[in-house]
Nanobody, 126 residues
Framework: QLQLVESGGGLVQPGGSLRLSCAAS????????IGWFRQAPGKEREGVAC????????YYADSVKGRFTISRDNAKNTVYLEMNSLKSEDTAVYSC???????????????????WGQGIQVTVSS
């Protein structure tokens, strides 16, 4: 059983930065990629970024490209999401999730991620 635990959320002012962590434990051997998703009240869940565990290949949603950076530390079984130049519209519950291989078009489709963390609140407000 794979378990994912997020940390690092909180309140930050517009233009500020936060780093989220996603720690994996349990059966990590079959994990191909880790993704970060977010969901704001009344909105659909949105894929933010994902990273291949083996070679570090990354992919970003257009809404965060150039502001967010996803990275991994395989020795710690942890994936990070560095968020810079935060905007009020980045406010959401952020969750990390794990999946196996998939086609490129589905890299940030939450339907192909079977394992999820509990989510963590990120609020961008002055």
């Amino acid at each position: 059983q794979l378990q994912l635990v997020e940390s690092g959320g909180g309140l930050v002012q517009p233009g500020g930065s936060l780093r989220l962590s996603c720690a994996a434990s349990g059966s990590t051997v079959d994990v191909y990629a880790i993704g970060w998703f977010r969901q704001a009240p009344g909105k659909e869940r949105e894929g933010v970024a994902c990273i291949s565990v083996s070679d570090g290949t990354t992919y970003y949603a257009d809404s965060v490209k150039g502001r967010f950076t996803i990275s991994r530390d395989n020795a710690k079984n942890t994936v990070y999401l560095e968020m810079n130049s935060l905007k009020s519209e980045d406010t959401a519950v952020y969750s990390c999730a794990a999946r196996g291989p998939t086609i490129l078009a589905w890299r940030l489709d939450y339907h192909v991620y079977p394992y999820w963390g509990q989510g963590i609140q990120v609020t961008v407000s002055s």
